[in-house]
């Protein structure tokens, strides 16, 4: 066991999880941004296509222990879709699941693209096309909206969806609104990463015995993220975790600016170490490591028995990523 494995007191998950057979990687999922496919409409305005199935997977959330999720594109979290402020958005979804879902999207839109029953439910071997304008601009997320949703959440319906500030209507914050535009040269130059806090409750008794970043437990503590001390960090958090009231982040040897929901361009709160998130409550953090001096940077939840049970991982801050 290396020293950043034994940083909590050996408090960690032993042996590896098979990542190829989940068909995804924490590591891989930190900055895989969907940008779907995208086509300029005959009246100048973009439109934004992404494609979305619903597949029952059985995936492994720590090593030798499997969950039978409910999952988006075979993956927990589900793809994290990611457009531009006043786009025309069209997500094309398909059920090839065993149960009627559907897809809620934390924005704005109309009743009929809800995702809610009456609207938008979708039932299995069925499709629906959810077609809405990208707003307002922030870190918002995505999940399934059919009954009961304690199961429907808690089996892994859920994913990012991030809608970047256009810098031309916010010319008063038109640099920092540069900097969270994916394809900039401003964007280009944070390390960015998206994080979806979670749980699961293996024996299905009503409380997780497993909790995470990105769904495998300590999976950045035994690979730590690696980030430049020269470059800017900026996180996209999002809270998914049922059966607790709340879950939070701490940041050890450092503080950061956090944005409660990423629709403002200011800090909402300034200078913090911990913030704490209902469930699908989010929010964007910022913060840097230029003062430091290289080494490995712990993150955690700070309730101790989450951190315990899979939610602690370390940055491994160096002079530059190679």
């Known amino acids: 066991m290396g020293d950043h494995q034994i940083a909590h007191g050996g408090m960690i998950t032993v042996g590896e999880v098979d990542n190829a ?5 924490p590591d891989a999922l930190l900055t895989d941004w969907d940008g779907g496919i995208v086509e300029i409409l005959p009246d100048g305005m973009t439109l934004r296509t992404f494609e979305v199935e619903v597949e029952d997977k059985e995936i492994e959330i720590a090593p030798g222990v499997f969950f039978p999720a409910w999952t988006y594109n075979g993956r927990v979290p589900g793809p994290s879709l990611r457009a531009k402020e006043g786009e025309r958005l ?4 398909r059920n090839f699941g065993s149960h009627q879902h559907s897809m809620h999207f934390h ?3 109309a009743a009929r693209m809800d995702g809610v029953p009456g609207a938008g439910m979708v039932e299995p071997g069925g499709e629906f096309v959810y077609e809405f304008d990208a707003k307002p601009f922030g870190c918002h997320l995505y999940h399934c909206h059919a009954f009961p949703l304690t199961r429907h959440m808690h089996k892994g319906m859920y994913g990012a969806f991030i809608i970047d500030p256009d810098p031309a209507l916010h010319p008063e914050h038109e640099e920092v609104a540069r900097s969270r535009l994916l394809g900039t040269p401003e964007n280009a130059k944070w390390q960015e990463m998206m994080m979806v806090m979670n749980g699961f409750d293996t024996n299905f008794d009503g409380e997780n015995e ?3 970043a990105n769904t495998i437990a300590h999976c950045y503590a035994k690979k730590p993220i690696r980030v430049s001390r020269n470059m800017p960090v900026r996180i996209y958090l999002i809270n998914v975790t049922e059966f607790d009231p709340i879950n939070s982040f701490h940041l050890h040897a450092n503080f950061f600016d956090y944005f409660d929901q990423g629709t403002t361009l200011t800090p909402t709160l300034k200078t913090v170490d911990l913030i704490m998130q209902c ?3 989010r929010g964007i953090l910022e913060f840097h490591f230029r ?3 290289p080494g490995l940077y712990m993150f955690h939840a700070h309730q101790s028995e989450l951190a315990e049970l899979g939610w602690m991982g370390m940055f491994d801050v160096v002079e530059d990523v190679t």
Request: glycine share 10%.
């Open 90 to 93: 069209r997500i094309i979804f």
């Open 279 to 281: 469930q699908a409550q």
């Open 21 to 25: 057979r989940n068909g995804f990687d």
């Open 291 to 293: 003062d430091h001096e």
């Open 107 to 109: 924005g704005i839109h």
């Open 210 to 212: 497993f909790y995470a």
